[in-house]
């Protein structure tokens, strides 16, 4: 692995190698300072010389005094220390440049220091690596062992490709006739180190904990929480200066708006009941009578909940002043990315439709005159809670995503659903003091709301929806 093809260690320290004493070692890294004392002559050597800038693993190996032994040994385990600490990083270089990069994502990582060899042991994709184009290269991340490779060549993508079964060294190369010699051993290391692939004596699904998981679940966490990925996360403003944020407001759907009778606050302050009492009677409901909602009981629950109390002008002064509301419920950034849909099952005198909510003008304006959309909605709604009525209405929570993303990065999609939980809540309770009832939904149709809106998903798609009714009696 070692010919026209080399592994390649560099180094990436905040300051020389210092010996302390015959057997130990400081050395500063990215994220701290590490002493380590009491180290075997060969492992003390092969440390010391990263001092001096990139070394292939050829010659590591034989300053350690190793040359193949196995992985637990402290040379190793310290190199997996400093790995994890972004001290270094490993790449496969040739004649031309460097092949392919292994990197850190975190101070988790956890590459797979297999020291057997590859040749021979069957290998198979992990389902738990994801494999994208990004700034002009590609990209494959690791989600469990939280390392990434890059790559601006196309071996590592079809050897990927290849290992879709299981298949060892030999047959990928019968695969892939024509590759230079030591390139496919070495880029098959490679991937085996980071855990893009995984020998099948030893597989993922050994492990109970990882096999509930599912891959786009962890992508969405690594890349959405500080320490699990290189990634900005954050409110970086990122398109400050490029482009100007959304509005606060969607702009008023077309058509004639029904004007909704809008509640006495001063009247609720005084009738309504205590929030101790509406939390511990709150519950998710899904009996219903066939008795219709009023307009009035409409425009309460929508008024207490999603209403526009004022509008915050964007600020002058910098890039990074962008429009906001104020309302009854908080929203990242106070920038409020959801709209509020109703789809109507059975209200008195509002047609069985698919409206949008301003909650700024407080109305309602159809999206869609198709006459199946509302009942689709209504009937989605009692199918996935077991219902035997259907609700009187379905209030749709659409997210324009470019809201949130033109200030957050990294985290806008988390964010989203995070506003999806606090509606949520704030739709029990009001539902709940109301004498309503009401019952948050796990997932529904974003195609047919898609459909019926004429948006594309990317723009501005359905995140959550709440079923709304009459209560049935007791007894």
């Not at 020291?115 to 990209?139: C, D, F, K, M, P």
């Not at 299981?166 to 180190?193: R, Y």
């Not at 159809?366 to 199946?372: L, R």
Request: aromatic share 6%.
């Amino acid at each position: 692995m070692d010919g026209a093809h080399r592994i390649l260690f560099t180094p990436r320290l905040t300051a020389p190698i210092d010996q302390l004493a015959p057997a130990t070692l400081r050395i500063g890294t990215q994220v701290s300072t590490l002493t380590l004392r009491q180290l075997p002559h060969g492992a003390l050597k092969a440390l010391l010389r990263l001092s001096d800038g990139p070394v292939t693993m050829a010659e590591l190996l034989a300053l350690a005094g190793l040359d193949g032994k196995p992985s637990s040994d402290r040379f190793w385990l310290e190199v997996e220390h400093l790995f994890s600490r972004f001290a270094i990083k490993i790449a496969i270089v040739d004649d031309d440049g460097t092949v392919a990069e292994l990197t850190p994502n975190s101070q988790l990582a956890a590459p797979v220091w297999d020291h057997r060899g590859i040749t021979g042991e069957s290998y198979r994709a992990s389902q738990y690596t994801l494999l994208r184009h990004a700034n002009g290269v590609l990209l494959f991340e690791q989600l469990v062992r939280h390392v990434q490779i890059h790559t601006s060549r196309p071996l590592l993508a079809t050897i990927f490709a290849a290992l879709a079964d299981a298949q060892d060294l030999s047959d990928v190369s019968l695969l892939l006739p024509g590759t230079a010699e030591g390139v496919l051993p070495a880029a098959m290391w490679l991937l085996a180190l980071s855990g893009a692939i995984e020998r099948t004596d030893t597989t993922e699904a050994d492990d109970p904990a990882l096999t509930v998981r599912q891959p786009h679940d962890l992508f969405l966490h690594n890349n959405s929480r500080r320490g699990l990925s290189p990634g900005r996360v954050s409110a970086s403003y990122r398109f400050a200066g490029q482009k100007a944020p959304l509005p606060a407001l969607r702009e008023p759907w077309p058509g004639e708006s029904v004007v909704l009778p809008r509640p006495d606050l001063d009247v609720l302050r005084k009738c309504d009941p205590p929030l101790a009492d509406v939390m511990e009677r709150r519950r998710s409901v899904r009996t219903f009578q066939d008795t219709p909602l009023t307009l009035p009981q409409i425009g309460e629950f929508l008024y207490r909940i999603f209403r526009v109390k004022s509008v915050v002008p964007a600020s002058m002064d910098n890039d990074h002043g962008y429009e906001s509301t104020r309302r009854a419920i908080p929203s990242a950034g106070g920038m409020h990315d959801l709209e509020v849909y109703v789809a109507v099952g059975a209200v008195a005198d509002l047609e069985r439709l698919l409206y949008h909510y301003h909650p700024a003008n407080h109305t309602l304006t159809p999206v869609c005159t198709a006459a199946h959309v509302a009942p689709a909605f209504v009937q989605g709604a009692r199918q996935a809670t077991g219902c035997d009525r259907e609700p009187a209405i379905v209030v749709v929570l659409a997210s324009r995503f470019g809201r949130l993303a033109w200030k957050y990065e990294g985290l806008p999609y988390s964010l989203t659903l995070r506003n999806v939980g606090v509606a949520y809540d704030a739709m029990y309770l009001v539902a709940t003091a109301m004498g309503l009832a009401g019952c948050g939904l796990g997932t529904a149709d974003s195609a047919l709301f898609g459909a019926a809106t004429g948006i594309p998903a990317h723009v501005e798609s359905s995140v959550g929806e709440f079923m709304l009714g009459t209560p049935r009696a007791a007894g």
